[in-house]
């Protein structure tokens, strides 16, 4: 009877912070209402706050949704040559990127950055312990494999993650913050190029 039930409930959950979404976009944070939310999503406030105990939780819920869609696969493969690893790098960038920019991503992170700006302490500490630190550590251990292979020298890793990072993002999510148009596919696939470029020029022999 469980197993049964394990589907219907994640469908509720879904169904509450697809609404929430909608709303916080719609009506800010502050303005959005739990009574709207359930509304949206046909059920009740009994049942949203079966899953949730407050707005706030509902919006690190879905903070914590969006950051794990940026982080690279747990499958990601470990580099065996120079080659390898270059091939990697440009393919992660290039799906971290279009996370990072999707618009639904933007819209949620400027809820949390507001949030978080008015003392929303839990929301800052998710988009740290949702966001950042899980690409971060994925991304090290990486170019961690890298070096034990001999492609990287190791003295170097945290220079080549802090130099790709910067080039392969940029101001563009600052510009997206700020409602300026979206990347194109074919200008987020030019800046990972260019990421992984600039990390072949940086590669020396270890």
Known sequence: MEKQQEPAD?????????AAFDVFVEKGFEAATTAEIVRRARTSKRT???????????????????????????ELPEPQNRQQFLVVLEQFG????????HPERTAMYRL??????????????????SGRAPVTQAATRFFEQAAAR???????????????FSVLI???PLQALLGESPISADA??????????????????A
């Open 48 to 74: 949203l706050y079966e899953f949730f105990a407050s707005k706030q939780e509902i919006l690190t819920a879905l903070i914590r949704y969006g950051a794990t869609k940026m982080q690279p696969s747990p």
């Open 94 to 101: 290039r799906i971290f990127l279009s996370e990072l920019l």
């Open 188 to 205: 987020i696939a030019q800046r990972s190029a260019l990421a992984t470029q600039v990390m072949a020029r940086m590669i020396e022999p």
């Open 150 to 164: 001999g492609i990287i020298r190791r003295e170097q890793v945290a220079t080549l993650i802090s130099v790709f």
């Open 10 to 18: 994640d469908a509720r959950r879904a169904a509450i912070l697809q």
């Open 170 to 172: 940029g101001i563009a």
């Open 112 to 129: 949390a950055i507001a949030e978080a700006a008015r003392g929303g302490g839990s929301v800052a500490r998710e988009l740290e312990a």
